[in-house]
């Protein structure tokens, strides 16, 4: 179910590491991955549907945004889509994103895109203008899109990701590859490295998070991929994602390219 909603307030603080600020246009992502964590935030919205079918659209967010960036001084860059996918198909219809980065640019705000949606190339001309003060961070857990459409079934292809990279990065917008989730025993790390590094700036890998109530359908998504169950006794092992942190630290320093984090839950 797709609603249009009213939002008091869309820049809000955020504790995530290198970003203040955080803005989401919608509550809830047609993309619809297996593994989201964004899934609490159904409770906020009364939706009884399962994650992945309803979108709240905040259809007010470009005047709300205006007046919020009229009252405050933001200090740090705002990371845009942390808990819905800014560039979800939706936003082919709303242009909430574009609205948002529009005032971004014009206001010379520090702003961060992650995404896994090659529409994020329709706002080139904007993020072009801010090339100096934003960047454009694309995900990926696998090149394999058969295994891309048991986890993140509305997503785009493997190979729109990887076009949308180097569009961007050719077009000097600083650009940086998410590994994220790594899912164990899918997530090929050097081979995706090898692949996006030529694309990049940077590269950032997160461990699969099961803390939030996706442990059924994450188990569902490697039953369809006929993946033995090993991988859940892989996500509690602190032995398995040490060596992972060392395969991304390797992977990076043989296609130099710096790796600027890992997130382990
Ligand atoms: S794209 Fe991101 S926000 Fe959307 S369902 Fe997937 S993980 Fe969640």
């Known amino acids: 179910m797709i609603r249009e909603v009213k939002a008091k307030t869309v820049l809000q603080k955020s504790k995530l590491p290198e970003s203040p600020y955080c803005l989401n246009p919608y509550i809830g992502c047609t993309h619809a991955c297996s593994y989201c964590y964004a899934r609490f935030m159904r409770r906020f919205t009364g939706h009884q549907e399962p994650w992945g079918l309803f979108v709240d659209a905040k259809v007010n967010t470009p005047d709300v945004l205006s007046k919020q960036l009229a009252r405050n001084t933001i200090h740090g860059p705002v990371l845009i889509g942390s808990v819905c996918d800014a560039y979800q198909p939706l936003e082919k219809r709303y242009e909430l994103t574009r609205a948002s980065i529009q005032q971004f640019v014009s206001k010379g705000i520090n702003f961060s895109v992650l995404t896994k ?37 509305g997503t785009c292809s493997v190979q729109k990701r990887l076009h949308a990279l180097e569009q961007l990065h050719k077009e000097g917008i600083r650009t940086y590859l998410f590994i ?16 996006a590094s030529q694309f990049v700036d ?36 602190p032995k398995y994602w040490r060596s992972v942190a060392a395969e991304l630290e390797n992977a990076c320093c043989r296609a130099e390219v710096p790796l600027v984090g890992f997130y382990e839950h």
């Open 117 to 153: 949606s090659s529409l994020v190339l329709r706002d080139i001309d904007l993020l072009r203008q801010g090339a100096g003060f934003c960047s454009v961070g694309i995900s990926l857990s696998t090149l394999d899109d058969s295994i891309r459409r048991k986890f993140e079934p």
């Open 180 to 195: 994220g989730p790594i899912l164990p025993l899918i997530t090929n790390i050097e081979a995706i490295v090898a692949v």
């Open 202 to 237: 940077e590269v950032w890998g997160e461990a699969l998070n099961l803390r939030c109530g996706n442990r059924n359908d994450v188990a569902q998504s490697y039953a369809a991929c006929n993946l033995p169950d090993e991988w859940d006794k892989l996500t509690r092992s």
